[in-house]
Structure formats: structure tokens, C-alpha cells
């Protein structure tokens, strides 16, 4: 049975003429008048719905597809297949309150400007077969230019590198020597967006994040962004060792997973400082989800 979480959507019609707004979207087959949404008052209109976790695309629309939300591809609240551009949601197993969109709008716009974020890339170039000289990054930020991002090489297959990207939803991917080689996706992958002819990674750059992804493989929900806040760690990249501190309290649970979504430990150790055995793990890239009494954040560790 897939899981499914409570999602709660609201959306500002002022300045709209109509009589029932509604909510159409993958999880509904895109019905006109499935999911109506309620009035709550001074122009805003909400509704909660229990949603299957995956990544859905959706629009607000009014009086069975009279009217609908509009978008240019890139907004950042969208995702964009097939010449369609739509909100794009992603449920990974936790309740959500939605802030309030305006109609034909993103709720993350900031006045019509597009501010910068930094955005950290890095990419476990472990799994490559070719022969690996330089790896790049494009995307519609650089034109697909092919060599203007190259990234660095930090250690134990993982290269990263920093950019500042405008508030905006892209499409880009991973490439190697240019174009020499790059990676591959299927339609439909997660975290991925189809034109009809290209399948590409897709980012919401919506904040300074930082991202990280295996080369040629779709990206897992959930685990992509982490924070750093309030944690230490060192040596990191390690070949044995991660040592984990914090002042402020103690770290009650700690998940560890590879790139790919699978837990490979787990430890409870109420301190305020941890070691992470890295000695048995292969090389690469992992996750330290750390529990504490203010909730979890997540931290990258490299092994060599």
C-alpha cells in the first residue's frame, strides 16, 4: 500500500471572477471538479488532501476548467514535461501546510525579482566506467554550454562546486571533458524533467541549498538537501572516522545512507559528540540524519 500524507493547499483568487475554485493534478486525473476548495475568507481558498508520496504536478483552477493557472517555464514553484508547465509537489512521508500561492503565481516570488541563491553541487563519480578527465555541469542556466562550470575534484569520487543561480525551477545534468560524455535518464525518473526529446535532472533553486547526486542515477526524494546548522564534524572526507559535535544539546539518533536511499547504520548515542565508524563503508558519498529535541537536520559525509 503506498503511503500517503495530509497536504494542505491554499491559493489567493483576488481579482478573480468565478464561482468554485478547485484543485487539478496528477493525483486526481486532473478533474475539473474533484477537489473543491473551501472559502475561507478575504480571497483565499484552501483545501487538505490526503496525497500518495512521489513527486505530482497540479494547477488551481476554477468552474470545471473555465479558468486555470498560467505559468512561463522556469517559474520556480513548476516543473515543466512535455511542453506543459505545472506546480510541482513532492510528498515524502511527513504532513504539509502549503503557503498561500496567488493565483497564476509561485508563494516563493519575491515583488517579480529573481534573486540569487547559492547552490552547491556535488556529484559521487564513483560508478563512471569511462575514463574521467573533467567533470561539468549543465544547464539552462549556462546555456548548455558545455565547459563554463567545471567542478572540483574533493576527494573520494565526489566533485562539487558553488554557483549563484537566480530564484528559478532548471533542468541540467552531469556531463564529463565538456560533452564528451554525459549522463542518461528515463522519462518519468525522480527529480527529472521531459521536453520530448531530453530527460534532464530539475532543481527548485528557491534558497542557498546545498544538493548532491549520484552520477546516472535519479535522484532519491528526501535526502537531496542538508543543513549543517549547529554540527561539526571532522575529519570529513575520512577513511575511518567521522567525528559528529554539537554545544547545544545532545544528538538522541543518528541514520546513516548512501546515495541511494539505503540505511547502513544506525546508533542512538544521547552525547553531544559521536564517532561514526566509516572503516567498512565503501568510498563515496552518505547522510547522516541527526535526531535531537528540536527535530532533524541532515549532514554530508565523504569517505575515501
Known amino acids: 500500500m503506498t503511503s500517503q500524507s ?6 489567493d483568487m483576488s481579482g478573480q471572477t468565478f464561482t468554485q475554485a478547485y484543485i487539478s493534478g496528477s493525483f486526481n486525473s486532473w478533474s475539473g ?11 483565499i481558498w484552501e483545501v ?3 496525497i ?12 470545471n476548467w473555465t479558468g486555470q493557472d498560467t505559468f512561463t517555464q522556469g517559474d520556480v514553484c513548476t516543473i515543466t514535461n512535455y511542453g506543459n508547465t505545472n506546480r510541482r509537489l513532492v510528498v515524502s512521508g511527513a504532513d504539509q501546510v502549503l503557503a498561500t500561492a496567488p493565483f497564476n503565481g509561485c508563494a516563493e516570488a519575491t515583488d517579480g525579482i529573481d534573486p540569487n541563491h547559492n547552490v552547491t553541487f556535488s556529484v559521487d ?3 563512471y566506467g569511462g575514463t574521467l578527465g573533467t567533470v561539468y555541469i549543465n544547464g539552462e542556466w549556462n546555456g548548455w554550454c558545455g565547459a563554463c562550470n567545471a567542478l572540483t575534484d574533493l576527494g573520494g569520487g565526489i566533485w562539487g562546486v558553488t554557483l549563484p543561480l537566480d530564484e528559478k ?6 556531463t564529463v ?4 560524455d554525459q549522463e542518461t535518464f528515463n522519462p518519468g525518473d525522480l527529480q527529472t524533467s521531459t521536453d520530448g526529446t531530453f530527460t534532464n535532472r530539475y532543481i527548485k533553486v528557491d534558497g542557498d541549498k546545498n544538493v548532491s ?3 546516472n542515477q535519479p535522484q532519491v526524494l528526501g535526502i537531496n538537501e542538508f543543513s549543517t546548522v549547529n554540527y561539526k564534524v571532522f575529519p570529513n572526507p575520512t577513511q575511518n572516522v567521522w567525528t559528529l559535535q554539537t554545544n547545544n544539546q545532545n544528538i538522541i539518533k543518528i541514520d546513516l545512507y548512501d546515495m541511494l536511499g539505503k540505511l547502513v547504520l544506525t546508533i542512538s548515542p544521547n552525547t553531544n559528540e559521536v564517532n561514526i565508524d566509516a572503516s567498512s563503508l565503501v568510498k563515496g558519498l552518505y547522510f547522516a540524519r541527526i535526531s535531537n529535541n528540536n527535530g532533524v537536520n541532515t549532514v554530508k559525509l565523504i569517505k575515501n
Open 6 to 11: 495530509n497536504i494542505t493547499f491554499s491559493v
Open 33 to 43: 471538479d474533484s477537489n473543491p476548495l473551501t472559502d475561507m475568507g478575504g480571497g
Open 48 to 50: 487538505t488532501l490526503p
Open 52 to 63: 500518495a508520496d512521489g513527486e505530482h504536478e497540479y494547477k488551481f483552477t476554477y468552474d
Open 125 to 127: 563519480m564513483n560508478g
Open 169 to 174: 525551477a532548471f533542468q541540467f545534468k552531469f
Open 177 to 180: 571533458d565538456g560533452w564528451n
Open 213 to 215: 547526486y549520484v552520477w
